[in-house]
């Protein structure tokens, strides 16, 4: 399949667009490298893209019809996954313009390119945010009318505008809301990666709340498995992507870094975030029945591969602005 893949330089596509072209897709990658975090992480994941054949890059904003459009015009698509995007939800309460300008508009950006050019498969990156407030474990059919930060606010608006070309135009859609996504190259503004530097480091962890918040982590190649698998024709459909099984505690995460770097952590207690949740727990039988999706890296097992990766890669990585 000849794929358009947004946000290639970003920690979920740069290794969706490794699996895609290890399966023997072509990818054309966009992304327009924006700064919310240290751009030379996103260099860093371009340049292993960059060598692989059936890889083209091209930045590209989201925001720009125009732009869109001319890359609609001059690659023979076949399908779209959607996974640039603004991600984080404590910067949405900062910015919330970027996330409405590019999670909500730029998704109907993609959606009316796609219409004008005859591609009607899309697999939307979409998120665990969604459901808070709602009973665990998290079921895709639980109403989630009640968005806490502008960030879930506008994933929820890319969900309902697919609904709407998949209704009047046929659009085959997959919504996969991910789940706290984690491994080597993650986003250097959420905990993982940044606890890692910091208790090796002896620099204080900031941490708001009291680590009991828990998270139904997901390995970032699972993740890459899932939403390729996602391709396939479901007509309309949101799908949990998760851990699926015991949520784990954010202090528990940080014990399992310091027992893999054999260092003790410090802890700069700051309040709870309003627009966080408290936890979050994927219930993924939909996933399996419908992509035959599972994950498949254990906890112990992704944390040891995150840890080495920023043992190999320390060099450059503790240089990253954080
Ligand atoms: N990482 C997670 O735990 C997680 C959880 C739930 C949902 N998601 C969603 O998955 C998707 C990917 O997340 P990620 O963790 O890889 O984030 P990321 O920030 O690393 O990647 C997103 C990429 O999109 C690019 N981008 C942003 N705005 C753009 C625009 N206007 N035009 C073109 N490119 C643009 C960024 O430069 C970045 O490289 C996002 O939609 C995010 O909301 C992620």
């Given at each position: 399949?000849?794929?358009l893949?947004t946000g ?35 260099n ?7 060598h ?13 019809r125009?732009e869109?459009?001319?890359?609609f ?16 939800v404590?910067?949405s309460?900062?910015?919330p ?9 730029g998704?109907?950006?993609i959606?009316?390119a796609?219409?004008?050019h ?9 998120t665990?945010?969604l ?8 079921l ?5 009318n009640e ?5 879930a606010a ?37 905990a ?6 910091w ?27 899932g939403?390729?698998a996602a391709?396939r024709?479901v007509?309309?459909?949101i ?42 727990w994927?219930?993924i ?9 599972e ?5 112990e ?11 190999a ?7 990253l602005?954080l």
């Amino acid at each position: 399949m000849n794929v358009l893949l947004t946000g290639c330089a970003g920690f979920i596509g740069w290794k969706t667009a490794e699996l895609l072209i290890d399966q023997g897709h072509q990818v054309v990658g966009i992304d327009n490298l924006n700064d919310y975090y240290d751009v030379a992480l996103k260099n860093w994941r371009l340049k292993q893209l960059t060598h692989l054949e059936g890889f083209q890059f091209e930045r590209v904003d989201l925001d720009n019809r125009d732009e869109l459009n001319a890359l609609f015009a001059a690659h023979p698509l076949e399908a779209v996954i959607n996974l640039g995007g603004r991600a984080g939800v404590r910067y949405s309460m900062e910015n919330p313009h970027a996330y409405v300008e590019t999670n909500a508009v730029g998704t109907l950006n993609i959606l009316e390119a796609m219409r004008s050019h005859g591609i009607q498969k899309l697999v939307l990156a979409s998120t665990s945010s969604l459901y808070a407030g709602q009973k665990m474990p998290f079921l895709e059919s639980l109403p989630v009318n009640e968005p806490i930060s502008p960030y879930a606010a506008s994933k929820k608006f890319a969900e309902v505008m697919a609904y709407t070309y998949h209704h009047l135009y046929d659009f085959d859609i997959s919504a996969v809301r991910f789940f706290t996504v984690y491994g080597p190259a993650g986003r250097p503004d959420m905990a993982p990666l940044r606890f890692v530097r910091w208790i090796d480091e002896g620099t204080p962890i900031t941490l708001f709340g009291d680590g009991s918040q828990s998270r139904d982590f997901t390995y970032v190649d699972d993740i890459a498995r899932g939403t390729i698998a996602a391709l396939r024709p479901v007509g309309y459909e949101i799908i949990n992507l998760g851990g699926g099984n015991n949520p784990i505690s954010i202090s528990k995460m940080i014990e399992t870094f310091e027992s893999r770097l054999g260092k003790k952590a410090v802890i700069d207690e700051q309040p709870f975030i309003k627009a966080d949740m408290m936890h979050t727990w994927a219930e993924i039988s939909k996933a399996k029945r419908l992509l035959d999706w599972e994950p498949q890296v254990s906890f112990e097992e992704g944390t040891q591969r995150l840890v080495d990766w920023y043992l190999a890669e320390k060099e450059w990585v503790s240089q990253l602005v954080l």
